[in-house]
């Protein structure tokens, strides 16, 4: 579930910003069909966190720190991940 709320938060609200920056740049402003969603996608944002926030108060101390760890480990990974795949002329 934690791995579930950090991806789709991130692409979610991450992908307005960067569909609409692509779009400026690259598309004369028209919107790939990726980013269009049926209904109003801040309102699904807020639905599915609360949902999840709902969840995740019934959990017990143990696993709200496992949620926690598992947390750090998607963005330690992730970030390492996006590290390798960098153009090996921009890694540092």
């Known amino acids: 579930m934690c791995h579930f709320y950090n991806h789709y938060f991130a692409h979610t609200a991450g992908g307005l910003m960067i569909g ?42 143990d696993e709200k720190q496992a949620c926690l760890e598992e947390t750090m480990s998607c963005f330690k990974f992730g970030g390492a991940l996006n590290s390798y795949l960098k153009d090996p002329a921009m890694r540092g």
């Open 20 to 61: 609409k920056r692509m779009s400026k740049m690259l598309l004369e402003n028209q919107t790939l069909k990726f980013y269009q969603w049926d209904g109003d996608v801040r309102a699904m944002i807020k639905s599915t966190q609360s949902d999840i926030d709902s969840m995740a108060s019934s959990w017990n101390d």
